[in-house]
């Protein structure tokens, strides 16, 4: 019974593709952002339902040596393929020839570089690679150069660039902000910040903007202090809770203090319609620029890190 069951609510998310319809495909199924993703797009009946996108394909992958990969991938494919009738495709070429787009979704950074490689050579779809765009800065200016080089648009980001704490806080006037959030680390990156610090240190970019030229990074058991130097002078700091801590921010605007209260809402929605408004329009919503330097801010901050805290310029 309960398998017929899931087998009429597939039938019936399948049956409500129109022609107009954007007809999206998933690579990487071993993380729960592919399941939220689908339910938003395909779920008339979820409140945070963004209409005219279907997730109709989706291609496996994952990464044995990463426990939260492989312990997952297969659940989750099974899930979208039961529950909502997604296809999943025996590899990349054969699902980029179904989709008007793409989400490189798969949780381990490194694989993101290949499967870029599979999905351009496969056809000019646009691109949303979600976070890490990366496990190195090398790897994540070989995909820019890619992309340039077939003429792909891509972006990247953090769902934490849309949130609360960094679309009302921002201010012209901010001469310092500092960011915090979770820091667990991944083994198998080289960023370690990648792997989940991105978040608070997107949410940084997000009220300063680019333009940093030095960074310093102090190590700790409990959590990481990373300090940036921005070629204005101003100074921004991200503070990494491990393995866990809340999302939040203080922004030193003149003579006012803006600080994040802890019940400030984050969700995948708000970015989810930037990143359909760009695979409609092609308008970025974070350049790719901006988001290369985010990485050569983390980059800088390792490297720090391996030096005992010293200041390293950007490469």
């Not at 069951?5 to 019936?12: D, G, N, Q, R, V």
């Not at 994540?140 to 150069?145: F, G, K, Q, V």
């Not at 806080?169 to 915090?180: E, G, L, N, R």
Request: aromatic share 8%.
């Amino acid at each position: 019974m309960r398998l017929m069951k899931h087998s009429l609510i597939a039938l019936a998310f399948a049956g409500a593709l129109s022609a107009a319809d954007l007809k999206v495909g998933l690579v990487g199924t071993d993380t729960s952002h592919v399941i939220a993703f689908t339910k938003t797009f395909n779920d008339p009946s979820s409140a945070d339902h963004i209409p005219g996108v279907k997730v109709v394909a989706a291609f496996k992958g994952g990464s044995p040596d990463i426990e939260s990969s492989r312990s997952r991938v297969d659940n989750y494919a099974k899930d979208l393929s039961e529950k909502w009738g997604i296809e999943i495709c025996p590899d990349i070429a054969t699902l980029v020839g179904k989709v008007d787009a793409v989400f490189i979704e798969a949780v381990d950074g490194r694989k993101h570089l290949p499967y870029f490689k599979e999905v351009i050579k496969a056809g000019k779809k646009p691109v949303f690679i979600d976070k890490p765009l990366a496990s190195t800065l090398e790897d994540t200016r070989e995909i820019a150069r890619l992309a340039k080089q077939a003429g792909v648009k891509w972006t990247s980001a953090s769902s934490l660039r849309w949130s609360e704490i960094a679309t009302t806080m921002k201010s012209p006037d901010a001469k310092a902000v500092i960011t915090w959030g979770p820091g667990p680390e991944e083994k198998t990156h080289y960023l370690d910040l990648s792997w989940y610090a991105i978040h608070p240190v997107e949410m940084l970019f997000a009220l300063m903007g680019p333009g940093v030229v030095e960074v310093s990074r102090t190590a700790a058991p409990d959590g990481d202090v990373v300090v940036g130097k921005w070629k204005d002078g101003r100074t921004g700091t991200v503070r990494t809770g491990k393995p866990y801590s809340d999302y939040g921010a203080i922004v030193f605007a003149g003579k006012k203090t803006l600080q994040s209260h802890p019940k400030m809402k984050a969700g995948y929605p708000p970015m989810l319609r930037e990143v359909v408004k760009f695979f409609q329009t092609g308008v970025l919503p974070v350049s790719n620029e901006e988001t290369l330097e985010i990485f050569a801010f983390m980059d800088a901050a390792q490297k720090s890190k391996e030096q005992g805290g010293k200041p390293v310029k950007l490469r």
